[in-house]
């Protein structure tokens, strides 16, 4: 019998003025693209990266929240002014920004009754009904609402914090993908490479993109699919083309 | 006599696949970022990626080249069969996709007339109309079409080419900015910075970013400005709070 392949997909939306501004370089996507991709089987399909305003993060998260399974935002839920991922989330699903008691508690304990200041209190502020994403490095909790998840800008606590995404995430069929280095230029073998993406359209997606290593210029040909029969098919017409153009392959 | 204040704003499109599954890292948002800002007085306030894919492509080109003073895209202009933005560009504005003249002589050369082959020729084709950017490192040109500027996704290749984008660009006026590191945590001064945000509001921006260094947890305050008056006020504020919570500032 036949598995039916089941096609989950995600946006990331990267809040924050800093790097948009560019004095900070961007990291979490990478991250969370290939987390999703190897253990959940969701591919993410759009990213956009947008300042801290609130009138432009509740835009945003609906439509985002609308278009695709899953959404993750990261960064703005620390505790200074520039922090409103909360606030806005809860405007943009019209539903109460107040401290989620758990959240509180946690943050109570992490810091002490005495040190647990009203900075500190609104990284426990939510919008109403959200389960959290424990945080095993720095206490302050992420959290879901409806199909967003909303986690920290700093990419190792951000790291640290992923799997406890999972319990909330349903799996789709994982995506396989094979990479072949060619000591080659992307010319030499476009026309052909084109007809190959012709003959499986649907099935597998093929990219090509040129290197650059030890002094010579090679191209990676990457090949995708949530169907293994269909990439090993692929494969096996590119090496033919390989082979009759006589194209070393580099081992790595 | 005061000096009127222009600003001028600018989206970013990465178009490719490699970006969102994660197998790339992406590089280019920060630096035509910082460029833009330090000089041509123009702001990113948006960046998004997407999928090498016609349909969306036309759909954000269409979107972000009317919400913004201008777009620039990256990726998807080399020869193989995933490199659509041009002729998903020529859809979006509904002008002929053709060989540009200038763009077919200056790749012929490069190559030679022998070498010139199908995937090399296909980098000449762009939207009509298309004003080049020349390419000093790799001679296939970006181009211009409206206010869409587009560049290629390899980085040093599109380092390379950036200067050659000012001839087109209008300057706005000059974002200015001033770092202070601080040894302290956010939630230790999250209350006034507050304050002070909300004292320079439409006139500053006041960003707060914790980071780790050397073993020790501290807090990078940047302001921004397009009024160098106002960021010296802003200044000066900051200082007062630093002084009166007695933190040590760390100097880099």
């Not at 990478?30 to 835009?59: H, M, Q, T, Y």
């Not at 899953?70 to 019209?94: L, M, Q, R």
């Not at 090949?223 to 098919?233: F, G």
Request: charged share 25%.
């Amino acid at each position: 019998m036949k598995k039916k392949i089941k096609k989950i997909n995600a946006a990331i939306l990267i809040i924050g003025n800093e790097i948009l501004s560019g004095r900070t370089q961007e990291k979490n996507v990478a991250f969370i693209s290939s987390w999703l991709n190897s253990e959940c089987g969701i591919a993410v399909s759009e990213v956009r990266i947008i300042p801290d305003n609130e009138r432009i993060i509740v835009k945003n998260i609906l439509i985002l929240s609308k278009n695709f399974n899953y959404v993750f935002t990261t960064g703005g839920i620390g505790p200074t002014h520039d922090d409103i991922t909360a606030k806005s989330i809860s405007k943009a699903f019209k539903v109460k920004y107040e401290y989620h008691k758990e959240a509180f508690l946690i943050l109570e304990k992490y810091y002490g009754k005495t040190k647990f200041n009203d900075g500190r209190k609104k990284m426990a502020k939510m919008p109403r009904g959200a389960k959290l994403i424990y945080n095993p490095s720095s206490a302050a909790p992420g959290f879901v609402t409806k199909n967003v998840f909303s986690l920290p800008g700093v990419p190792s606590i951000l790291i640290s914090m992923i799997e406890n995404c999972k319990r909330y995430l349903v799996k789709g069929s994982k995506i396989h993908s094979k990479t072949i280095n060619l000591y080659t230029v992307e010319s030499n073998i476009s026309k052909q490479l084109g007809l190959i993406q012709k003959k499986y359209k649907k099935f597998v997606e093929i990219g090509s993109y040129p290197f650059f290593r030890l002094g010579k210029i090679g191209v990676a040909i990457v090949t995708r699919s949530n169907s293994i029969s269909k990439l090993k098919s692929v494969n096996k017409d590119l090496l033919k083309l390989i082979n009759t153009k006589k194209i070393q392959i580099l081992k790595i």
